[in-house]
């Protein structure tokens, strides 16, 4: 990790820092480009490349052909079984990239895509083609470099596209030749053909802090740090500002919302349509304001009925690793880490994966899980490493919109997790652990894995992080969570809160402006605000929450493996995981005390 943490102190509150110094020189990225560029000594440096595996057979591989139609970049290669006994092997494509030195930051290689062979016999041989789209070799501009104000850029020179064994070892390669500069922009040659709208910066205020270079491998003695980063570090003026006194909320609307119509419909009716569909509007207009505050706020493991369109209420419970519903005591079968399953490379085994959890879910009666989690192993030390895939977002982003699809293809949601740059768990309470990083790393790394679930995958459910993305809360990012999310993505479905009992860095209030549709905790709607009950503007955030939510269930089995729950008890069950939920709290407070007493303990002896 090349950066470290530190804390800024303003009035009574503490914020924690971490800095992604490093950009996008994340894990093979930085030993692969370090040592081309000649920085480090790769065979003294690194002892297993990333895509290094082992086999009980070997095999040999071919690069057969490499062939680009405008759009798509195709690798055709052929494996062969050359030992003695059955086994598979992971065919890895890579490119490297034109790289001008002060241009826009380049990895010198990054994994392209990839496909695993079948079972082959001994002297079996296999043809394989990995196919990727070319505008996915473009890098993100965020500096201006070739486009202002931030656009992914496909710059005009000759990529090398490789067969590897790992991101070290070639095997044969070829090269395709992009003739000019293609600029995803608005003003040049418009949006990817993947996404909605044309990226451009929405994380300038992240981007551009004045306290940190960014590791550019134009220079990389001069910007890599050399020493441990300090433990504590002064906020800004503008910084303290931000977080303190974040900008009020925009209340301004002229056209107030529709409730409690009586036109016919039950959610059920809306199983299989396409989310703009005007009937959505209709069965909308059915709902009560306190149906709508209800549903938004009260999302801890359960999903709150609403009456009014049929919709039961349903139970979500944790399961990265194998069904975990700690308010149930029920468990199911506990997997291996998610980044065993990330190490095999295999997105049929991991489809599977995500087939069983549904089919464990669905008999337990459990219509949502909070999983599967997908944020990147920055590095060794990451809080959740077991349960994320890999350090590649590619890789990363295939694997679980693969157990993604066995999920959801099975009528159970997943709440993708953890939206975004979640990689540490101390440091989170109180103020909020504040991330700062560059857009390029944002996008290109750290945002990569969740856009591919999207966009591949389909998922209609997402949980947001703990951590503050600069100063702004991830749940509270509208820039996250609707312009990126929603609006390049094209993502329709329900953002939920990570356990707000755990952290408090979020309000629910401003979390719903910003596109965060359910709190996971339990009587939070008693900390709505008259900005959103009592103005239109808020009618229209909690009707279109609602609409999230309820998209999410209605393209699911939730509405035939669920029992109607009568309101009076759904109203008792809230105020029983309250209480609940207080306890934990409690205990929660007392660890992290406990925990803080002890570190200074220790830094007190160390010193």
Not at 16 to 45: C, F, K, L, Q
Not at 270 to 276: I, K, N, Q
Not at 493 to 501: P, Q, Y
Not at 511 to 525: T, V
């Amino acid at each position: 990790m090349f950066s470290g943490t530190g804390s800024s102190e303003s009035g009574t509150n503490l914020y924690h820092y971490v800095e992604y110094a490093e950009g996008i020189y994340v894990g093979y990225r930085y030993y692969e480009t370090a040592a081309e560029d000649g920085y480090i000594d790769y065979s003294s440096t690194v002892q297993y490349p990333f895509g290094y595996g082992l086999s009980y057979t070997t095999f040999d591989e071919t690069l057969d052909s490499v062939t680009d139609d405008g759009t798509t970049i195709t690798a055709n290669a052929t494996v062969t079984n050359t030992g003695s006994v059955a086994g598979k092997q992971v065919v890895e494509i890579y490119y490297s990239a034109p790289y001008t030195k002060g241009g826009i930051e380049k990895s010198s290689v990054v994994l392209g895509g990839f496909d695993k062979t079948k079972l082959l016999e001994p002297g079996e041989s296999q043809s394989v083609t990995v196919s990727f789209a070319k505008e996915d070799m473009a890098s993100y501009d965020y500096a201006g470099i070739k486009a202002e104000g931030g656009a992914y850029v496909l710059e005009a020179g000759n990529y090398e596209i490789s067969l590897r064994t790992d991101s070290h070892t070639v095997v044969g390669s070829q090269t395709v030749t992009v003739e000019k500069d293609v600029i995803y922009n608005d003003d040049n040659d418009g949006a990817r053909s993947s996404d909605k709208v044309a990226a451009t910066n929405e994380f300038d205020d992240v981007s551009f802090d004045d306290g940190i270079t960014y590791v550019s491998r134009a220079d990389w003695a001069g910007t890599m740090p050399t020493e441990r980063a300090a433990s504590s570090k002064e906020a800004t003026a503008e910084q303290v500002d931000a977080l303190e006194n974040p900008e009020e909320l925009d209340y301004s609307s002229d056209e107030d919302v529709t409730f409690g119509a009586n036109n016919g419909l039950t959610l059920a009716d809306m199983a299989g349509l396409d989310y703009d569909d005007p009937k959505w509007d209709d069965l909308l207009d059915q709902c009560t304001l306190r149906e709508m505050e209800l549903l938004v706020g009260n999302g801890g493991w359960t999903n709150m009925n609403v009456n009014s369109v049929s919709k039961p209420a349903t139970t979500e419970c944790d399961g990265p690793n194998g069904i975990n519903n700690i308010m149930a005591g029920v468990t199911g079968t506990q997997l291996t880490g998610q980044s065993v399953l990330g190490y095999t490379w295999n997105t049929e085994l991991a489809q599977r994966v995500g087939e069983l959890l549904a089919d464990e879910a669905k008999a337990m009666g459990i219509s949502g899980l909070y999983a599967p989690a997908v944020n990147i192993h920055r590095s060794p030390f990451g809080g959740r490493n077991y349960e994320y895939v890999s350090e590649d977002g590619l890789l990363s982003g295939k694997v679980i919109s693969s157990e993604i699809k066995g999920l959801e293809d099975n009528g159970v949601y997943g709440y993708l997790k953890h939206f975004a740059v979640n990689d540490q768990e101390t440091n989170r309470d109180n103020g909020g652990l504040a991330t700062w990083l560059n857009e390029q790393a944002l996008r290109e790394i750290y945002l990569r894995p969740f856009e591919i679930c999207v966009k591949e995958g389909d998922t209609t459910a997402m949980m947001s992080s703990f951590n503050r993305i600069g100063t702004t809360p991830a749940a509270e990012s509208t820039a996250l969570l609707t312009t990126v999310l929603r609006g390049e993505w094209g993502f329709h479905g329900t953002v939920i809160t990570d356990c707000t009992m755990a952290c408090s860095t979020s309000d629910v209030n401003r979390a719903l402006y910003a596109g965060n549709d359910l709190e996971l905790n339990l009587l939070q709607d008693m900390r709505l605000d008259e900005s959103t009950t009592s103005t239109a503007k808020g009618h229209q955030v909690l009707r279109q929450a609602t609409k999230n939510i309820l998209y999410t269930v209605a393209n699911s089995d939730a509405l035939d493996t669920a029992t109607p729950t009568p309101y009076g008890f759904q109203i008792a069950f809230c105020a029983v995981q309250g209480v609940l939920v207080a306890l934990l709290a409690t205990y929660y407070v007392r660890r992290h005390k406990k925990m803080r007493r002890w570190r200074e303990q220790r830094d007190t002896t160390t010193e």
